[in-house]
């Protein structure tokens, strides 16, 4: 198994160096496609008591057309790949980068997306429960990825099946992989049973891996794992993406929530 195209998020009005040039050293390291993708939304006209206050015209509607082609420029001019692709779109950046996504493997964007009123912005953690692949979420800052020593946080849900099976590219070759779990007191061995059989799982896969059992701490789950990946010397953690929309509003499980928020490297998700 390998990723045969990847795809990275490109806001128009910054330029993600250190998140390109991540992507592009996946790319070369998997011999995959890269894609660059970028959008900007048409806002909706300002409307108060019946009245148009404010709303876009021609005029900026070409100014954003030249911002998403002055990015396509930048983003060539990083890259060296010859299968290299842009695509770009004048609509909301979560929908775009959602519809886009069919074309790629992983798709890799940055954690620093807002929710609410940023309607421009890529929101992250919708991103990572829409796309339908996995996730590679680049913290701010983060330009390189080794994937040497990897933690898994594993649950016993669909969303962690995923992303274990979404990782194997990265697992098969890393040179540590440490499947975590936890627990409360006297589910020790439970656990154990179900990482001795992800264990075995990977080892179909040619991929040798470790177990650790967790009694739950004080603290939350996020800040357990954090621990453990800080001890492993991991630059790599993989989990589910955990949310589900009610009444038209994401929400988000309180591990993806922090992971999103705090998590000082590279985390891999699936949904």
């Not at 990847?6 to 011999?31: C, G, K, T």
């Not at 404010?54 to 990015?71: F, N, P, W």
């Not at 992250?124 to 994937?147: F, I, S, Y």
């Amino acid at each position: 198994m390998s990723y045969a195209s990847i795809m990275v998020y490109v806001e128009a009005d910054r330029a993600p160096e250190r998140r390109v040039q991540l992507a592009a050293s996946l790319a070369h390291r998997f011999n995959a496609a890269l894609t660059g993708m970028s959008a900007l939304a048409i806002l909706p006209p300002l409307v108060i008591d019946g009245r148009v206050l404010d709303e876009m015209t021609g005029i900026d509607v070409e100014l954003m057309k030249s911002k998403l082609a002055a990015a396509d420029t930048w983003f060539r001019g990083m890259v060296r790949n010859d299968r290299l692709g842009w695509r770009s779109a004048l609509d909301h950046p979560g929908d775009a980068l959602v519809r886009e996504a069919r074309y790629a493997d992983l798709v890799v964007i940055g954690n620093k997306g807002r929710r609410g009123g940023a309607y421009r912005t890529l929101d992250t953690g919708e991103a990572v429960l829409r796309l339908g692949r996995p996730a590679l979420v680049v913290p701010n800052g983060v330009g390189t990825l080794r994937g040497e020593r990897v933690v898994i946080g594993w649950k016993d849900t669909r969303e962690s099946r995923r992303a274990v099976r979404d990782a194997i590219p990265f697992l098969q070759q890393a040179s540590q992989v440490i499947i975590v779990e936890a627990c409360g007191p006297g589910e020790q061995g439970a656990a154990l049973g179900r990482l001795e059989d992800i264990a075995g799982y990977l080892a179909q896969h040619r991929i040798k891996a470790g177990s650790k059992v967790l009694l739950e701490q004080k603290g939350s789950g996020a800040e357990q794992l954090l621990r453990v990946a800080e001890e492993e010397d991991a630059d790599l953690l993989v989990t589910g993406g955990y949310g589900h929309s009610r009444l038209g509003e994401l929400i988000f499980g309180g591990m993806t929530r922090e992971l999103l928020a705090s998590s000082p490297i590279c985390c891999l998700m699936s949904h």
